[in-house]
């Protein structure tokens, strides 16, 4: 079976690509000369070959903070007017049958709550999460009138080997030491372990669908820290209370958008779950009780040999939150931060 794979030179395409040829013909579509397809959809209506039976649309821009209304502009431009080009390439040589795409849960505009389900409002407002929402609606239209499968999977945090944004500066700044819990780091976030996408594909290439994806077991800050630091070989970061926090944020305020913290990002300091359970129920029905949201231990180990001890402990247990512990630890092989130097007090929010 054929899969088209836009993306797969990015964090989640790196991760999932492999797993996904051992199931798919893959074809891949993106910027880079390996590529199969190189070129920019945001720009261009791509000349495809041949006809797919599976598309799966990860190609996307995210992790940045838009300062300029250009760049504002340009996360419309990747994540609407990509998924448009995309699909008039597909009108051209013929629509596939199952269409996925890589949304995310900041389309809910959450800055705290818990068990967010797929009802929820769809309230966000940065340019990321409208883009996305309006590429889900664009989507949902285009596949009704080509009677074509469409999954949309809407990922919380995502685990894997050397993770961009939030996940990949928390990393950088625990092992630089420039790193601040705030209030015993007791929120809790939800988390999916990259290659979980793509035991994910085959079941929404049948049953499509939109759903939260996320593992069962929400860890808080302080759990996360504690991965990381006993991966890293350093000691637990320092918790200042929350009126410090506060009183840093304000001067943060005035300082401008270099402060390492603001009122904006404490706000988003805040337990922020995801209800991953339609997906859980819906997917693990169609795939015949294959598990889609809690991460194994295989999938884990695919990522660094250095998981190999964990990797033993949870074959031996049932507990997502060892298995979820294995997904961390091998997050932190060669970690990528974006720390500028300043105390890293802003956490991270859910989405990818």
């Given amino acids: 079976m054929k899969l088209l794979f836009t993306g797969a030179s990015g964090f989640l395409g790196n991760n999932v690509h492999p797993l996904l040829e051992a199931i798919y013909e893959v074809t891949t579509v993106g910027l880079l000369p390996q590529d199969d ?20 649309h990860a190609a996307g821009k995210a992790h940045v903070t838009p300062k300029t209304k250009a760049e504002k502009q340009a996360f419309f431009d990747v994540n609407l007017q990509g998924t448009k080009n995309l699909c008039a390439a597909l009108e051209r040589r013929g629509v ?16 705290y709550g818990e068990e967010i389900t797929e009802e929820y409002p769809l309230g966000g407002k940065t340019p990321y999460a409208m883009s996305k929402r309006l590429a889900e609606e664009f989507l949902h239209k285009w596949c009704y009138k080509h009677n074509v499968i469409l999954g949309i999977i809407r990922p919380s945090l995502i685990a894997g080997c050397n993770p961009p944004g939030n996940l990949g500066a928390m990393i950088q700044g625990i092992r630089n030491g420039r790193y601040l819990g705030i209030a015993g780091s007791r929120a809790r976030k939800s988390v999916l372990m990259v290659q979980d996408i793509a035991s994910l594909v085959p079941l929404l290439a049948e049953k499509g669908g939109v759903y939260n994806v996320c593992d069962s077991y929400h860890p808080s800050f302080r759990e996360l820290e504690a991965v990381i630091c006993k991966q890293l070989n350093k000691k637990m970061p320092f918790s200042i209370p929350y009126w410090a926090a506060k009183c840093m944020a304000l001067v943060g305020d005035c300082l401008g958008k270099k402060a390492p913290i ?45 998981a190999a001890d964990a990797t033993t402990a949870a074959e031996t247990s049932n507990s997502d939150a060892i298995v979820l512990q294995v997904a961390f630890e091998n997050s932190i092989s060669e970690p990528i931060g974006q720390n500028d130097g300043n105390p890293d007090l802003s956490g991270f929010t859910a989405g990818r």
Avoid: H, W
């Fill in 262 to 306: 603001n009122s904006l990002k404490l706000k988003k300091i805040t337990a922020l779950t995801m209800a991953g359970s339609m997906a859980a129920l819906s997917l693990t029905a169609c795939g015949g009780g294959t598990s889609t949201t809690a991460t194994t231990a295989a999938a884990a180990a695919e990522t660094t040999a250095a």
């Fill in 37 to 56: 397809y190189t070129v920019n959809m945001a720009q261009e209506i791509p000349e495809l070959r041949e006809r797919y039976d599976i598309v799966l």
């Fill in 96 to 111: 596939p049958r199952a269409f996925i795409f890589i949304s995310t849960v900041a389309v809910y505009g959450c800055e």
